[in-house]
């Protein structure tokens, strides 16, 4: 879904590959993944699913956030990883009439190691973006 971008090009593809052991693997932190919908389009989504392959909670809770941007400039936090994060997949679903609706979505971490997650996948569709009439 969408155009995957990072902070790290040579491992954009690495969390969108279908393989949920490769993942991620620089520690810097101030890292981020995402994707991006082309212009005049949103994605909207109902779930959002990531695995944690190479798990150390302390690396993640507070510093791996998820968030969403209209402009790809001022980005909103959606959510912060919490003490609930496991091993495997973790996931946030959005129920219908709760759905997230942004033209960008993406990972932050803002610690090290905070973006060391193996896969991610999200759940949901592209439309017309009808706040822009």
Same mark, same amino acid.
């Given at each position: $879904? =969408?155009?995957? %971008?990072?902070?790290?090009?040579?491992?954009? $593809?690495?969390? *969108?590959?279908?393989?949920?052991?490769?993942? *991620?693997?620089?520690?810097?932190?101030?890292?981020?993944?995402?994707?991006?919908? /082309?212009?005049? #389009?949103?994605?909207? &989504?109902?779930?959002?699913?990531?695995? $944690?392959?190479?798990?150390? /909670?302390?690396? &993640?809770?507070?510093?791996?956030?998820?968030?969403?941007?209209?402009?790809?400039?001022?980005?909103?936090?959606?959510?912060?990883?919490?003490?609930?994060?496991?091993?495997? *997949?973790?996931?946030?679903?959005?129920?219908?009439?709760?759905?997230?609706?942004? /033209?960008?979505?993406?990972? %932050?971490?803002? =610690?090290? =190691?905070?973006?060391?997650?193996?896969?991610?996948?999200?759940? =949901? #569709?592209?439309?017309?973006?009808?706040?822009?009439?």
């Amino acid at each position: $879904m =969408g155009v995957p %971008f990072s902070s790290n090009s040579a491992l954009t $593809m690495t969390v *969108w590959d279908g393989s949920n052991q490769n993942g *991620w693997t620089s520690y810097s932190g101030n890292c981020f993944f995402g994707t991006a919908f /082309r212009s005049g #389009y949103v994605g909207v &989504l109902n779930e959002v699913k990531y695995f $944690m392959s190479r798990f150390n /909670r302390g690396w &993640l809770v507070g510093k791996l956030k998820f968030q969403g941007s209209s402009d790809g400039t001022t980005w909103t936090d959606i959510f912060i990883v919490g003490e609930e994060i496991h091993e495997g *997949w973790n996931y946030y679903n959005y129920p219908e009439g709760e759905e997230l609706k942004y /033209r960008y979505y993406r990972f %932050f971490g803002t =610690g090290y =190691g905070s973006c060391v997650v193996g896969e991610i996948s999200f759940r =949901g #569709y592209e439309v017309i973006d009808s706040s822009t009439d």
